[in-house]
T-cell receptor, first 113, second 112 residues
Framework: NAGVTQTPKFQVLKTGQSMTLQCAQD?????MYWYRQDPGMGLRLIYY???????DKGEVPNGYNVSRLNKREFSLRLESAAPSQTSVYFC????????????FGPGTRLLVL | SQKIEQNSEALNIQEGKTATLTCNYT??????LQWYRQDPGRGPVFLLL?????KEKRKERLKVTFDTTLKQSLFHITASQPADSATYLC???????????FGIGTKLQVIP
């Protein structure tokens, strides 16, 4: 039982490049989330998927897209990376909503030059 | 918009003492509040959840209080150990089932 896994662990991009961050959970959770964490700021929700087949914007969705591939997998795509997207990205899952325990992945550290 | 303040960027305490971390909030009355632990280079790990109708919750050496009048939660670690050194985050119900607001965290250092 791996919980929430994320790939890659670390990535360096040049401005304008694209990439997809992958997330998978093996807890049969319905809801999945993508956050970013920046120094001096709390975790901020980018996008979420309340259930398979649905996605919604969170607090800071600009510059990102997501795909809920199936119940297990939720990916985050940067189409044209910008230095402002340099951050640590965390994926999380819950059984149904954010009013419950969130299980976080180990994070992806992204540096955009 | 909702705002969360956690008591300080860093808190140093002696091993064996009780650590008390504060989470204050404004502009909203959350239905629940959560506390997480985060170690360097790792994702947050859930510790405790307390609902608006609960005054106090305990789990082993951890205790959380929730004062909706003061708009404050206190997080206590009794008999603190060096292994408790980490950053502790509070998170509030953001006004919906899929909304949450996180504080920036308090870094706790337990000195042997």
């Amino acid at each position: 039982n791996a919980g929430v896994t994320q790939t890659p662990k670390f990535q360096v991009l040049k401005t304008g490049q694209s990439m997809t961050l992958q997330c998978a959970q093996d807890m049969n959770h319905n809801s999945m989330y993508w956050y970013r964490q920046d120094p001096g700021m709390g975790l901020r929700l980018i996008y979420y998927s309340a259930s398979e087949g649905t996605t919604d914007k969170g607090e800071v969705p600009n510059g990102y897209n997501v795909s809920r591939l199936n119940k297990r997998e939720f990916s985050l795509r940067l189409e044209s990376a910008a230095p402002s997207q340099t951050s640590v990205y965390f994926c999380a899952s819950t059984r149904a909503s954010l009013r419950e325990t969130q299980y976080f992945g180990p994070g992806t550290r992204l540096l955009v030059l | 918009s909702q705002k969360i303040e956690q008591n300080s960027e860093a808190l140093n305490i002696q091993e064996g003492k009780t650590a008390t971390l504060t989470c204050n909030y404004t502009n909203y009355s959350p239905a629940y509040l959560q506390w997480y632990r985060q170690d360097p280079g790792r994702g947050p790990v859930f510790l405790l959840l307390i609902r608006e109708n609960e005054k106090e919750k305990r789990k082993e050496r951890l205790k959380v209080t929730f004062d909706t009048t003061l708009k404050q939660s206190l997080f206590h670690i009794t008999a603190s150990q060096p292994a408790d050194s980490a950053t502790y985050l509070c998170a509030l119900d953001g006004g919906g089932y899929q909304k949450v607001t996180f504080g920036i965290g308090t870094k706790l250092q337990v000195i042997p």
